[in-house]
DNA sequence: AACAATAATGAGAATGATTATCATTCGCAA
DNA sequence: TTGCGAATGATAATCATTCTCATTATTGTT
């Protein structure tokens, strides 16, 4: 019962829906879904869940920091989750691959623009749009879900 | 009549609405406007539009490289003038001032970091979320649209 | 184990940004 | 000028997300 306990440092109820959507986030290795995706991965599971429930979860484990909200390009938010060390993303524009990248010369110098122009920097979003160049897209298993 | 070329040149014909929502951005110093923000402006203006031709018209000049949209936090796109030198954002979370910069170290790294992993870079977007230490909030015209 | 206090859930309505429809109007070339 | 295809704008529709509220579940306490 491990999660349960994750799920109350967190000061959350230990509840099954709760439940149900970090076992989705900390099983797989799809790691970058919307809301969307989570309510359908449940409900293909056999899991019953309301999708008013799968909004309002994401966004208490984005508060509580299990999980981090992204703004790829397009409408919907996706998420993943918080494993405690910070990178950005490559998003494949042709499949929707998504591959994950840490450049310390890139934080660093970021965190200096901010600071040469008087302000504090409390967070940033990196992403690159970019063309796999058929490397990965034939089995990207979110393929399929593209805009 | 030069704006009257420039949309021709771009492949669109000359209207009137066409004309207006380039005039406010080549004429502002306030850059970074939502639809919303330029149906506003306009009718305050005294001039006559309609909110569907605006959100077309940004997306048209948007294709036609005359703006660039950005997705800064938040739900709605904003978009400035394309002056031909890229630039990222950084934006104060406290009063939604927004200060450009460009740094070549960091752009450098962005295209290594994607070909490293075999993808060829399209397009990018860095936004650094700050706070500006009240050095720029209280004259930041855009203080009160914020969320 | 059953209870009560309280928070969580979920079906559906509501919202806000954006896009699609379509009848009317406009720009431009002949 | 005339005509035709493109553009406009009022409105309806769409899409992601949030809100409402009646019902249900969790948890600490008898
Ligand atoms: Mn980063
Ligand atoms: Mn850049
Ligand atoms: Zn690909
Ligand atoms: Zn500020």
Same mark, same amino acid.
């Given at each position: ?43 293909? %599971? ?37 494993? %405690? ?32 122009? %008087? ?29």
């Amino acid at each position: 019962m491990s999660q349960s306990l994750d799920l109350k440092s967190a000061g959350l109820k230990s509840t099954l829906p709760r439940l149900k959507v970090l076992s989705l986030f900390e099983s797989g290795n799809e790691c970058h879904l919307s809301a969307e995706d989570v309510y359908k991965k449940l409900l293909a %599971g056999g899991e019953d869940i309301g999708l008013a429930t799968v909004y309002r979860v994401l966004t208490q484990f984005e508060q509580a920091g299990l999980l981090i909200r992204h703004h790829f390009q397009g409408d919907k938010s996706v998420f993943e989750l918080n494993q %405690g060390k910070h990178h950005d993303h490559i998003v494949c524009l042709q499949c929707g691959v998504v591959e994950e990248f840490y450049d310390a010369t890139i934080e660093s110098r970021q965190k200096k623009a901010a600071a040469d122009r %008087g302000f504090a920097m409390h967070d940033h979003s990196l992403y690159i749009y970019a063309d796999c160049t058929k490397l990965k897209c034939p089995n990207n298993p979110f393929k399929k879900s593209l805009p």
